[in-house]
């Protein structure tokens, strides 16, 4: 276990020792203290590593992520795991707005509640999320699965394509092209799978889920201002 | 982009140290709003007395002012020069006079703030700077609001740096940008409410004045604001004896708050609250949209 102390040696030198670490590192477990709150922390991480910050975070927490664990144990700020290819992020409290922006990849565990646009423009990134998600959650998602434990804000999945959405508590508002769909067996299996991976506690057959009604893939003019 | 916090204390073995805590604050969001910074501090209540903050580009204006105004109107005052601004102790009665006989004395002296506990300090420059030039770490309180801009709106003056006092012990800090203050501006001065800059801020604190002239309380100003107010922000707001929290539907603009035993803290940042006694167990929060936060001594 390697133990860096991010306000003695900086956020600079964290961010570069973590991206200088290869797919054959033998350092695989970090530990990073006094992360107060700091920018950035672990963005671009492209290593079979695990990194654990011991407390909150602010913007950006673990961007960009490829292959690496990264498990916070507090808040993050704005943007956690924007834009993920791949590997795991798990916060252990709640996460600001935009958590798991245009994520392409990887899973992304928020045990406590995500604010708004929680998931926008999602292109294949798991989010899994404990409590809560606020307004305009999903928006624009391409692809990938937003599952929510508790309930979710106004405007869910507004203009959604292709993702899908499992909610077990209430929605408060659809947006545009959203609506309630059937829970198939393979629904139910992959959001099984899904609580699993995230250890999440929760029935999946008390989830309902959501997704494209796909009627604003073409133009219609009664969509238009 | 601009940085806020604040500061309600509950616990008063923390008033003495209002101003530290509230600067170290600040300076932690410099690099959110590095061209300007304010802060407004509630102090302590002296039965019957009431307090100016003054502010001239060019402080030698306020030597001898103290003796013209009891020369003018017979109440004696004291005055207290901090840089380019000035603190002056009076009799709470006497507050419409002496505003009025300073306005006749001296064109070029704003009024920064009125009322029987507020003051306020701004400047352009770095927060460490503004804070270092007003002693700001000294100073004792019960609540206080501090505010780092990066200018959108308006020029990047004096006048145009947060907070805004449109009435007695009242100011506002704002992140983010009004896109109606123009006809909102026009709407206050045909009753009869006039603002002194082209800020968009400004007009938000003389509307919230305005309501609450017309009998709301700051709760019920603020949720007001939620309908009236157009454009992006979150919003923190004193009174005398409280402290306000508002953001928009959108809530794009960040904020963070904290609650322990001792203080009720916010900031647009949660960096900006990690020096804060006991922040490890206090209960941290981000603001819902649309959703008004206060609270009162």
């Known amino acids: ?225 | 982009m601009c940085g806020i916090v604040g500061l309600f204390l509950k616990d008063k073995a923390l008033e003495p140290k209002l101003g530290a805590m509230l600067t170290d604050m600040l300076i932690t969001m410099s690099d959110r709003g590095p061209d300007s910074a304010g802060i407004a501090v509630y102090g302590t209540d002296n039965e019957g007395r009431a307090k100016l903050t003054l502010q001239a580009a060019d402080p030698s204006v306020f030597s001898g002012l103290a003796g013209e105004i009891e020369d003018e109107t017979g109440v004696p005052v004291t005055l207290r020069l901090i840089d380019t601004h000035a603190v002056v102790d009076l009799p709470e009665e006497k507050m419409a006079e002496v505003r009025k006989t300073i306005r006749s004395l001296r064109s070029d002296i704003r009024v920064m703030s009125a009322g029987e506990m507020i003051e306020i300090y701004k400047e352009v420059g770095l927060p460490g700077d503004v804070a270092k030039r007003f002693d700001i770490p000294e100073l004792t309180g019960t609540h206080g609001i501090g505010h780092t801009r990066m200018a959108t709106e308006s020029a990047v003056t004096t006048l145009g740096a947060h907070p805004f006092s449109t009435g007695a012990d009242q100011c506002l800090v704002h992140n983010g940008s009004l896109s109606n203050h123009n006809s909102l501006r026009r709407k206050l001065a045909r009753e009869g409410v006039s603002v002194e800059t082209e800020n968009d801020t400004e007009v938000a604190a003389a509307y919230l004045t305005w309501k609450m002239q017309e009998g709301a309380t700051l709760g019920e100003a603020l949720e007001a604001g939620i309908d009236d107010l157009d454009g992006f922000y979150t919003f923190v707001v004193g009174t005398k004896d409280g402290f306000g929290v508002v953001r928009d539907p959108i809530a794009c603009k960040p904020a963070v708050m904290a609650e322990t035993d001792q203080y009720v803290a916010f900031g647009s940042e949660y960096r900006a609250l990690v020096n804060l006694p006991g922040i490890e167990d206090a209960k941290v929060w981000e603001p819902e949209p649309a959703t008004v936060y206060f609270w009162n001594h």
């Open chain 1, 1 to 225: 276990m390697q133990t860096f102390d991010l306000e003695a040696n900086g956020l600079r030198a964290l961010n570069e020792t973590l991206q200088a670490q290869t797919n054959t590192t033998n350092e695989t477990a970090w530990d990073v203290v006094n992360p107060r709150g700091s920018h950035a922390i672990a963005v671009g991480l492209d290593a079979p590593i695990e990194v654990t910050v011991n407390g909150s975070t602010g913007y950006y927490c673990a961007g960009m992520n490829q292959q690496a664990t990264v498990h916070v144990k507090g808040n993050v700020g704005p943007g956690v795991a924007e834009n993920m290819m791949s590997g795991k992020v798990v916060v252990e409290g709640d996460a600001s707005q935009y958590a798991g922006a245009t994520g392409h990849g990887g899973l992304l565990v928020i045990k406590g509640n995500a604010s708004s646009r929680c998931g926008i423009s999602m292109k294949g990134i798991d989010i899994v999320v404990g409590g809560n998600v606020g307004h305009m959650s999903a928006f624009m998602a391409q692809a990938g699965h937003l599952v929510v434990c508790g309930d979710a804000g106004d405007a869910l999945g507004d203009s959604i394509y292709e993702a899908k959405l499992f909610v077990r508590g209430s929605v408060k508002s659809l947006g545009a092209d959203c609506v309630e769909k059937e829970m198939r067996p393979e629904h139910i299996a992959k959001l099984t799978e899904l609580l699993s991976e995230a250890g999440i506690d929760a029935d999946p057959a008390e989830f309902k889920r959501y997704g494209s009604a796909r009627q604003l893939y073409s133009f219609n003019i009664d969509n238009a201002y």
